[in-house]
């Protein structure tokens, strides 16, 4: 593809009468012999005079009318950055001759070619600055560079120009194996997580069994510890571990009497001749004869004949025989060692939506380990709420139980609305307590886990029935509240609702969903941590804020002078 800018040449004809007519879209350039270039009033044909007199040797017809094409840069495609990739270009053009003369002096047959080369060279200066990842970015340079008309040469004018850049077919298949990598690693990331979490899961679990395998085994040591044991006290402890067992313990049973049968024979027939010793030296005096003989034959060996179903004629310490069934309801100790009183608090405000399933599965996890774990679910009382525009009792405090029918938490209306929160748990929490006071003479001070994802509502004030829940000289029962930030709720906010600076919490800005995860992951440590540290007889469990998080007193510390 061409643009001819020189239509017509040939010499000037004194008597062809042609020579004297004018194409308004062509001007007639003329060469004289001396090789003079002229160009008479903007390019029109001579007049007869100068045709009679053959002044002009030479006439070239020059293209003065204007060309649009769409040309495509396929021989040097501009590069981007580093020359590795090139750019597949598309320009449409639009250009005209501003200087016949110069046309005919430089002999320019193809303006076409003239535009290409030019703009092939500009091109590369612009897109080597730009990686072949932003060829939209380079096509703006580009176009912003001929949003104005530029003259080439000083004979042609580019009066349009705009390009359209894509990266070439093998930055294409570069891009595309950078993707498919980039999507493949997110893959890989969620996979490893979701992995660590079942580990990390599984690996709660297990150390939830490990330690009451350790707790169960340390009482079996206590009990047995100073206990008197027999061969039929051993015999019936393996009983008591292995009740199906039965037959081997009437075998071990039956070889234990052989082998003291043997012993005892050996043990009488020992004494018997050292009586006849004794006898014959005379070393036991006559009317002491018959005692020590009767002693030999009752069997002062030390080994006593003992049937194995005799019970022993006194009791004391372990022997003394455990009482019934149901006898011990009142025995000291049979209560738990304190019951805790734990409120899981939820923000179902829109701020939340990105993080309602990762709360969702949290719950699930949390009840199902507490139920796994019958220790702690014995001393833990949970009751679960949610709010938005209003608050709600989603499970009532109660012990958690294989099988419990669990409420989804969903996206509600409205700002988060924390007075309503505030005085649901300010309703719940004495009438709770003094039902939990009715199974225990040691009730725990209540625990409420917070988490708030937004602004409070601006037309409910919270801080006066904040204040009636927790203090502690007006309210009997107030709760120690732990609170977590997410997304919008801000520092400030989250100190004033937790009881004391160390048990506010702040998440980074981001993912909301992550964020609600590591606080479930929070809230199951919590809960087990504590009911364990119940059980071991702890009265001081430190609280440690969820994965991630940042203590909101930290937000709002001022720097350290010289930063």
Known sequence: MSVQLILRSGPVSRFDATERVRDPHVAAVYVTAGGQIDILDGGRPIGLGDQLLLRYRMRYDVDLSDHQRTIELRSSPPPARGGIYHFATMVNVGFRVTDPRQIVSRNIQDG?????????????????????????????????????????????????????????????????REEEAKRDNVVKAAEHERNADEARRANNIDLIRQSGAIEQRARERDALAGRPFSMQDLLALHLENNPGDTARALEMAADMEARLAVEREKADKRNWE???????????????????RDEVVRGASGYPHVALGSAPSTASGWDVPLPEAGDGADRPGSRPPGLIPIYLVIDESPAMAAGIDALNAGLRSLYDTLAADPEVAEVVRLAVLSYADTAAVRIPLSTARPGVRLPAFTVGAGSARLADAFSRLLDCIPRD????????????????????GDRPAEDQPWADVHRRLSDRASQRYAPDLIACGVGPASAPTVLRIATRPELAFVAPAGDVAEAARRFCAFALRRVVEYGRAVLDGDQNSVVTGPDGFRPAAELLAPPPQGE
């Open 112 to 176: 076409l070619r003239v535009v290409s080369d030019y703009l092939m060279s500009e091109f590369r200066d612009i897109t080597a600055a730009f990686p072949i990842e932003e060829a939209k970015a380079a096509e703006d340079a580009i176009n912003a560079r001929f949003r104005r008309g530029v003259t080439i040469g000083g004979c042609i004018e580019l009066y349009m120009c705009r390009a359209r850049l894509e990266p070439d077919a093998a930055a294409v298949a570069y891009l595309q």
């Open 274 to 292: 050292k009586f006849q010793y004794m006898a014959g030296r005379n070393l036991v005096e006559a009317y002491d004869m018959g005692q020590v």
């Open 433 to 452: 307590a003094a039902a939990l006071k009715e199974e225990t003479s040691s009730l725990r001070r209540p625990q409420v886990l917070m988490l708030t």
